[in-house]
């Protein structure tokens, strides 16, 4: 399947329908369920039961190609041709593992206990949907601007207490960034903020097709989206740690 980029005319037309008549948004529930709807709806986006994506990583100056599949409710493996090496991390719901033969592991192997409590807490489900019952907590925080953008501010913790800020297009609803904070290693506390755009409806679904994380204004890495599928049949063979 070729890349769809979205033609300038149909993101006009988009952002216009959009803002007709829409009221100014005054709370969380209303801020979250109208980016719900944007997005593609609720429904439409527990439905699936699979995504697998071909992504091109961007990082000091490489680039990458890669493959990301995911399942739910939170198994997830990226595949990473770095150099000509494939670097795999995976999360099959219990265990994560990876194989990265930069660092020793040409063989698959348990991932570091911090490493793997990190990759295991995402989920296949966007955290806004059903957030209360998952335990997120929000507060609307007002109107932001980011990059010349009016923003709607929301504020979320987790039942562990972590802490993310979430800034939404206040014309389309769109999600544009994210600001959360490093919470261990040396690099505790420092603020990483992750920028979404050029949005694409695939399937009935928008999704930001270019994502580019920030620490300090610098750019560490970003990763651009050039095929989705949703709904393949995947065997569960492919998150399994392999057994000799």
Known sequence: MNRVFLSCAL??????VRAQGRPELSNGDEIVNAYLEAIGGVENWQSLTSTRMEVSISQMGMEMPGVITQAPPNKQRIEINTMGKLVVQVYDGETAWMI????????AQLMPAEMAERFSRQSYENDFINF???GYSIDYLGQK???GVSCYELKMTDEDGIVSFSYFDS???LLIMQKTYVTDGPQAGQEVKTYFSEFEEISGLW?????ESKTADTTQFSIRINKVEYNLEISDNTFTFPED
């Open 132 to 134: 209360a019952e998952k």
């Open 145 to 147: 601007y980011v990059e």
């Open 100 to 107: 990265n033969p930069s660092m020793g592991a040409a063989e």
């Open 11 to 16: 993101l006009l037309a988009f952002m216009f």
């Open 171 to 173: 014309q389309t609803s």
């Open 207 to 211: 999704i930001p097709t270019f994502t």
